[in-house]
């Protein structure tokens, strides 16, 4: 079975398949372990190019997680990828993903990494500002090249969503707004050294339900109409991606398939079917199918607090400290229920806390947070001489890969020699 779940009889926590009790045995040093189903994340992501139909793709936001073993399951199923550095779009191709099917994105992209762009010819540089395409245009005309740019438009739309994670409103560093487009227009039809092959637009992460999705998609849409009747008929819209996940808050988005089939249905109905439609998630694909498995080191009991302290802190997973994000929080071994206890990270920091949790009367020897599989390792540091956390690749029930921590010795080292 995808995903986690209880297993029937002894309510121990499974990923997977997998019994994640056993991630212990697989692990060369100390610390924290996370685990990922790498079978769900292939179901899902099947799901959502089906729901595409032809003539679309899927570019994993691989900001969300970067994991070889898991470019190289999503390429074997056609997707491409959303990148937004140039070790992103080098890993993307070394794990197997065809540039035609690369989009870059980042409101400041380095010389450096627009010539990498322009060399390795993908699909198209995702522009954010008028300023950036003049250097792209500058950067192209010097290199003899032609390059591919679709322009990311700010739609103005707002979400209903953490402010850090909404990106589609005027204020936001995001995008070019309405003011600018006729601008970009021109400039990027009159140079010999740019070819304008779609718009595209992101509105931000965490969408609970289509509407600020639709709505974006459908600027999107009017702009590439208005831009074909200008001599500039595209290639592809991309509507982004933002799907929300189920985080067991009580608020259950829609599935990732859904959105894209909306968007399907926007671009027909919108007149623009021969277009190639692109979509970025990446939380939906990867975030409900990754589990990080932290031991219980103590429990702290005074008359104001119960705590239980772990293994894991902010510095493994850092979205509770950095969006105020909800994580289940579970005994590894059984059900969560009785007693509740705040459950903190060892760092140096107050906000390295990651709420209440009913782990039971006795704090359990292990705990399992779950759905950390996006914006978990990737946003990880070493913050407090603390290693990178030990990945774990799972598929049939098994584990197939690993990535082991580099451990504190390895830590330790750099820093001396800095
Ligand atoms: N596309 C762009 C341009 C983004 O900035 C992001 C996330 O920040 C995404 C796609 C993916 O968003 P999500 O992981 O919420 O699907």
New binding site residues.
Partial sequence: MNGFHRHPETQAAVLGGFPLSEVFRYQESGGPIYAYDLDGIEAVARAVIGALGERAFVAY?M??NSAGSILRRLASVGAGA?VVSGAELTLARRAGIGPRKIVM?GVAKSDAEIDLALSEDIRAIQVESIEELSRIEARARAAGKRGNVSVRINPNVSIDSHAHIA?GHDAAKFGIVRDAWPAVLELAVRSSSLCLVGVSA?VG??LRNFDAYLASAATVCELARAWASHAAPLEFVDF????GIDYGTGEVPPPPHEFAARAKDLLRAQGLGSLELIV?????LVGPFGALVARVIQSKVTHARRWVMINAGMNDMIRPALYGAQHRIEPLERSPEGQSWQVVGPVCESSDDFGRHDLGAEPPEAVVVRDVG?YGFTLASEYNGRPLPTELFLSAGRVVSSSQSPGAEAWIERRLRA
């Fill in positions: 936001a900001k969300a959303d994105s990106t992101h992460s965490m982004g991606g933002g799907y970025e998630p990446g939380r939906s996006a």
